[in-house]
């Protein structure tokens, strides 16, 4: 059975961090959640539509955050005890939010997606992410599925979405985000998709899923991509 400790390290293997922490109380404060979003908007409309009124605001909770002594991590257990781990790494000369997956079987774990002004991903498609989102698994940060679809957001790029995820992201802005439009909002970051954009994902021949985005750890063709083995691990841990 998997604790909570389990799910709340002290340490992530294969990962050099500093002192991990959970902060679940910033789940709850809407200002977290327009910074945390921010790396998905690419225009002008969906920056005032994100941040409204509040800019300056956002601007100064993550200036803040940004300047913690802690890492602020925050966990998402999926299932056969693989978890997600999105962490805010307060580096004083290298800050940036970085989305690892993880086994206790391994090694190492596998870092999918990392911010820090130069994005590299995307690491999850559409169906991962909700399948993620929509779980219900205990002992992580949070089983809201809302809380759970934005956390993992800017890891996310897929260029093919159904019809009915703008009012299900739309859902979760109107839940934790308190912006005053989240359909047009809503509509505008899945287009945009962050730094990477849309991605396309595929199925190799030996079932690993990948895509073709530039800037990947997914995608075979990028001389920094994972391995296959560790791919299809990915891939396995990552399925609906």
């Known amino acids: 059975m998997t604790n909570s400790a389990d799910l ?95 086994h206790p079987d391994w090694d190492q774990a596998e870092l999918l997606a990392q911010d820090d002004g130069h994005f590299i991903g995307p690491g999850l498609s559409w169906p991962e992410l909700v399948a993620a989102a929509d779980n219900a698994l205990p002992g992580g940060s949070t089983t809201d599925p809302p809380a759970r679809l934005l956390l993992l957001l800017p890891a996310f790029g897929d260029d093919d979405v159904p019809d009915d995820a703008i009012d299900r992201l739309a859902a979760a802005l109107r839940a934790h985000t308190g912006v005053e439009t989240p359909e047009p909002l809503a509509a505008a970051l899945l287009d945009e998709q962050g730094a990477s954009g849309p991605a396309r994902w595929t199925t190799a021949g030996d079932g690993i899923r990948i895509n073709d985005g530039e800037s990947s750890f997914r995608n075979p063709t990028n001389r920094f991509a994972l391995p296959a083995a560790r791919l299809s691990q990915v891939a396995a841990a990552l399925a609906s």
């Open 8 to 102: 709340h390290p002290a340490r992530i293997p294969g990962y050099d961090s500093g002192t991990l922490t959970h902060h679940t109380e910033f789940l709850d404060e809407p200002l977290f959640w327009l910074g945390h979003l921010y790396p998905c908007v690419q225009s002008e409309e969906a920056e005032e539509l994100l941040f409204s009124a509040d800019h300056d605001a956002a601007a100064d909770f993550h200036r803040q955050l940004w300047e913690r002594g802690d890492w602020p991590t925050f966990t998402i257990p999926l299932t056969a005890d693989h978890r997600l781990h999105v962490v805010y790494r307060t580096f004083a000369d290298d800050v940036g939010t970085d989305y690892l997956l993880h």
